[in-house]
């Protein structure tokens, strides 16, 4: 807008309204014509419904500017709202580009719960809250709940809390305050839901307290029950934006309507096939009946994707295909055809992290014949965030710089690095440093004052901190609590220290010694320690009281904690002492950069809705863990369904590359399972797939995928083992190569056919690797069910067995 003449649309507006939207608008350039339709009706109610990278939040966040631009809205007069902080903290810097400085004054910008707080805490009192109220995290809500279920007689065992605290969540979810549920309702745990729902929503007003769900509920009732309110933000929020629309639950959907009401001036935008949050209440109905509840609304499709090339798009189209009941969007784009999705499968998780690790580095440094990629472009999508760690793990043993989406790095984490303190102090009782860190965590009444006590004792005898503490306590020079806390420390510490190793014996006195001239007499060392290193690790972390201190922390933080900490004792399986671990850690820490240089991203498949990377991995395609066995049991078709939008959600983040992976074993809680490719590989469209070789035994290594010939892990680790250097395994993998494994039809790469079909025989006897001997009971293709001898029944493919007679060792 330049001229005088089409200044006129502005008429009556106030001058400084009418200088801003005579400012250059670049960002209108960028968009296509229906993107720029969406962004300039600006009165009344728009609907943008499209697939993925069509733009949607391009055009959302061009609207936002095109407001302040043209003077419709003050920034503190928008209320936009997305879904993740990650989302709304990038829309926010788009729209601070987009206007060419910041966009800090667009207050009302952020998720839901993010929105819904800071409404709250202005208007606590009319929902019988105070201002200054405790948001509770799961775990305080169960132990809440348990106490009001034991209260009423129930047996929390038959009658579990997390039970109860999903049908209260599902109620708020559908903005249900107890005297509203409905009588279809009632039976619900055990018929005491409804009553234990108004006993809970009653104990957490006497706490000044609310749980997540509240604070859009009570945002909400204070809404529908007083109207001045209401009409007070209906006026002040002249503009309302909502990002990914599809996932928003009855609750946030009252809540937008009710917003909307007046002005309807309210975009929504959206896209069905990604709606990934029906666990958590989100109604994909809502994005179907916008146009019913905003009659006249402006409906805009998008159809050209700018974000992926053909064959990435297919891909992703081919698996929806198996949802029912979707609107159903052909995508487009102009780009060329580029890589074909890649596909592999691996011997088991170390190997998937492996691989994926040499994956990462050849394309950083541009060795894979393709342009070099930039860590920043590449990301790594699991289903479940237990997932990460492997990748973790890897990453900072090959020095590789990564970022965790949604968290720190695992070993960056406070607790974790609170728990290795404590280790090290353990295990070396000097480490001072150590010792400055945990003395006074969990809180044990030792400040600035204390501390100081124990540093001069320490320095006066020229010994270390925690033998300062033990003179300081010995002498009494820390009075009341502190003292008797600081004894219970240093009394742990001498004890957990002893429990490092067995007790002392003596050696050297065999026959052979007593031929020695015996000068130096015997010789003595400690025997094997008595508990494992994991159970003395969780023995320092609960008798330190660390544990209880996360227990009872009363932060949204306080669960992930604990389960981090029991990933930790986890990570410790791996080693043969608590020592080696530590080693472990501080060596690969100090490859870890900790500049601001480029890094991998890892995240899981629900953060990275919204998001884009020109490459991206998608590991753990395996049924039970992706699709998630506990989404199918709990939701059944609608939870499969969900589980397909998220694949879609994750192949369509990538640009460029992206390439899918399973394992065919993964460790789990410490045991072996085999595991079954997921379902959503073979609803994959063959034409836009390629299939890598595997760096296994039946492959030809990443030279015969032309990727560099790095010896695999798995070949490594068989070398070390000298196993597979024998006469009789080079036979075996003659045979096997020729048995059963179909050849390949059209990629010049391919080994691995998951069609094949096996050449085994019901009842053969058959070996696997990490299982043992067993016999086969069923066949499926390639998939076969083997009544193992040691490790009970498991199905298993077929490549990854022999025949019991080839085993050469
Ligand atoms: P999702 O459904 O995954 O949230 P989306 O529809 O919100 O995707 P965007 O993230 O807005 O899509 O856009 C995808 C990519 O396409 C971005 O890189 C964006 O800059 C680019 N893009 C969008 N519209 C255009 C356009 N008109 N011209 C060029 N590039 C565009
Ligand atoms: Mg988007």
Redesign the pocket.
Known sequence: MSSFDEMDAFEGASLSARAMAARPAPYLD???PE?RLAVETMDGPVL?L????????????ARIAHLLTTGRARQDEILAVTFTNKAAREMKERVGRLLGGTADGVRWLGTFHSICVKLLRRHAELVGLKSNFTILDTDDQIRLLKQLIRAEGIDDKRWPPRMLANIIDGWKNRALTPDKVPAADAGAYNDKGPKLYAAYQARLKELNAVDFGDLLLHVVVIFQKHPDVLEQYQRWFKYILV??YQDTNVAQYLWLRLLAASHKNICC???DD?SIYGWRGAEVGNILRFEKDFPGAHVVR?E????STPHILKAASGVIKGNSGRLGKELWTEVPDGEKVRLIGHWDGEEEARWIGEEVESMQSGTRGMRRVSLDDMAILVRASHQMRAFEDRFLTIGLPYRVIGGPRFYERLEIRDAMAYFRLVISPDDDLAFERIVNTPKRGLGDKAQQTIQVAARAAGVSLVEGARMAVDQGLIKGKGGSELRKLVEGLSRWNSKLHGPVRAVGLGEDDVLDDGADGPQYEYGPPEISHMELAEIILDESGYTTMWQNDKTPEGPGRLENLKELVKALEGFENLQGFLEHVSLIMDNSTEDSGEKVSIMTLHAA????FPAVFLPGWEDGLFPSQRSMDESGVKGLEEERRLAY?GI??A?ELCTISFAANRRVYGQWQSQMPSRFIDELPEAHVEVLTPPGLYGGGYGAAGMGGASSGIEKRAMEANVYNSPGWKRLQERAATRPISQPKESRNTVIDLNAVSSYVMGERVFHQKFGYGAIIGIEGDKLEIEFEKSGTKKVVARFICAADDVPF
Request: aromatic share 2%.
């Open positions: 960028e968009l296509n993107q943008m499209a697939g993925a990278g069509t733009g949607k939040t391009k055009a959302l966040t990002d990914e935008v959206g896209d990604q998008l050209q994707n700018y974000r809705k919204g998001l884009e959600v369509t983040r640009e």
